[in-house]
């Protein structure tokens, strides 16, 4: 379980609203009932909203379609306009809303000024960063925006290591761009972004795990995260694969081959609170539809809540109560499988 961070905590409180907490317990209450009646029963709208900056990305991770240039879908920018009249419809029931699905945030020119635009109206925002255009400039803008919590990914404490994954990265440039943020928290006196170091537990990087630790706690990082991490060829085994099991998303099976650790069972959270806007306003239904062969609407012609009630969603529902294991995205999902650290650095 994630450990509570007592300033961050305060921080989401506080932008809670009775709209906003009547609409999370209908949505809480219909998923309860939906898993006790085995049909789709919706109440309420999602609290829980990613929207999609852009699907462009500096870097070369071998496990990111962004990163592996493989989209099927186009790629773009996501803008400043169309997020601004969708945010209208959604804003006053959103608990977060993560300003991440593909691609780097910052490479959108627009993207601060959208988080600004959230924050304005009382939004809890997040957003996750591979670190490389957190320059003095963005970093002071960023703060500025009002963003309440920012993930930045450093998968490891040297060089060598970091760039096993994080392809075509320079960590100095991350880490300095963790530094300009400390600063300018300090220098603006701003509480947030709640800042997180995100370590993503693989083979190459995994005996620096105490080490980022360290280096979090040196810059003044709130938080360290491990994560495991989304192998797509993982049978028969992926040299990515961390030795200590307690990370990994996958269990060594009596043929040797592997298994994904989560059982399946058919039911979703996720289809209940929260779905994934794309740059270009097409809906999925969750983070593991990253080429969106699962169009459950499109927000550009439709309202979101139209598309929250509409039939496509109802047949994506049904379908998950019936057979999880027979639908492509969630055959390799593991929701649930991260791991935290348990103490704040």
Known sequence: MPTLYPRDTLNFLRKLTPRRVINATKVTASYYATRWLQRPVVWGKPFTVSFEPTTACNLRCP?????????????????????RRTLDDIADRLLYLIFYFQGEPYINPDFLDMVKEASDRGVYTITSTNGHFLNDANAKRTIESGLDRLIISVDGTTQEVYEQYRKAGKLETVLQGARNLVKWKAELQSPTPHLIFQFLVVKPNEHQMADVVQLADEIGIDEVKFKSAQLYDYEHGNPLMPEQEQYARYYKKGDGTYGIKNKLQNHCWKLWHSCVITWDGLVAPCCFDKDVTHRLGDVKTDSLHDVWEGAAYDDFRTKLLKGRSEIDICQNCTEGCEVWLGAEV
């Open 63 to 83: 496990e990111c379609p962004s990163g592996l240039r493989e989209f099927t879908r186009p790629t773009g920018n996501l803008k400043a306009d169309f997020f």
